[in-house]
């Protein structure tokens, strides 16, 4: 099974990567520098999560200790919108230490005025200007741009920007049994168990029909959702604090779950979501 996605600009992306959003202060440093030592080659952060600093002290002592070369990494960050584009790339670069981003993604659209236009906007009510971002990969700081949370309507409007040079090659999203969004191509999911540490809503972790395929494979539910987007060839980014359960998440490319298993899992949409993301539009 491949364990990477070839994007259109013949960037290699591994399917599964390990999320860095909401870590305690110190945590996040370590769980880094362990799943690194475990495999983990692909690492999703952003501006908004506050700890790039910490990420990017795990990636030189690993560096440094020559557990892992620069190269081997795919790194990750999110443009937080309500900030001017080279200057939140050239902090993010500072905290992570590095001399270029492998993808750098549009976080969200934040505060869209009312009407019929889908242009994003910052807080400000200032259209975010992709140019900017062209240009960081212009000039090297960034090899590929993307969005997140963005929904078809959205990406059609942007695609259809006139002078668009690069295209964006990833969005973004969540994603999981209950919210599969089929319809959405160059899919990066996010919240793929359902994020089970949330109240109030149904839980994938407990569903029966998950875990009756979990102990049919002898592997744990949270292996089986992780291993469901993999094999739909979907780039998943599990988060977990506990390394115990990173080295898990990590046990998910020694199994095949059958035609019958893809179609239970499948089944179970319901186009629920965890987040109010992308405003509401079905997909």
């Not at 945590?27 to 799943?35: P, S």
């Not at 807080?123 to 062209?134: C, Q």
């Not at 115990?244 to 046990?251: G, R, V």
């Not at 893809?262 to 979501?273: G, Q």
Request: proline letters at 5%; aromatic letters at 10%.
């Amino acid at each position: 099974m491949a364990t990477f996605v070839e994007l259109s600009t013949k960037a290699k992306v591994p399917l599964l990567g390990l999320g860095t959003w909401k870590f305690g202060f110190g945590e996040v440093r370590d769980t880094v520098k362990g799943a690194t030592d475990i495999g983990y080659r692909h690492l999703d952060c952003a501006y908004a999560y506050e700890n790039e600093h910490e990420v990017g002290e795990a990636i030189q002592e690993k560096n440094q200790e020559k557990a892992v070369k620069r190269e081997e990494l795919f790194i990750v960050s999110k443009l937080w919108p309500a900030f001017m584009e080279k200057e939140s790339c050239q902090k993010t670069l500072k905290d992570l230490r590095l001399d270029s981003l492998d993808l750098y993604l549009i976080h969200f659209i934040q505060a869209l005025q009312p009407g019929e236009d889908f242009t994003p906007k910052d807080n400000k009510g200032n259209t975010i200007n992709t140019k900017a971002l062209e240009e960081l990969v212009d000039e090297g700081l960034v090899k590929n741009i993307g969005i997140s949370n963005f929904n078809h309507f959205q990406i059609e409007r942007l695609l259809n920007k006139p002078g668009l040079k690069y295209k964006p090659v990833i969005n973004q999203i969540e994603c999981h049994p209950y919210l599969t969004q089929e319809k959405l191509i160059h899919v990066m999911a996010y919240s793929p168990l359902g994020c089970p540490n949330r109240s109030g809503g149904p839980s994938l972790l407990e569903d029966p029909k998950s875990n009756e395929i979990a102990a049919k494979h002898k592997k744990s539910t949270a292996q089986v959702l992780i291993h469901f987007q993999i094999q739909r060839h979907v780039i998943v980014i599990p988060k977990s604090v506990t390394l115990a359960h990173i080295t898990e998440n990590f046990q998910v490319f020694d199994f095949k779950l059958s035609n019958e298993d893809m179609v239970t899992l499948l089944s179970l949409n319901r186009n629920w979501r965890l987040e109010e993301y992308p405003f509401y539009a079905e997909y």
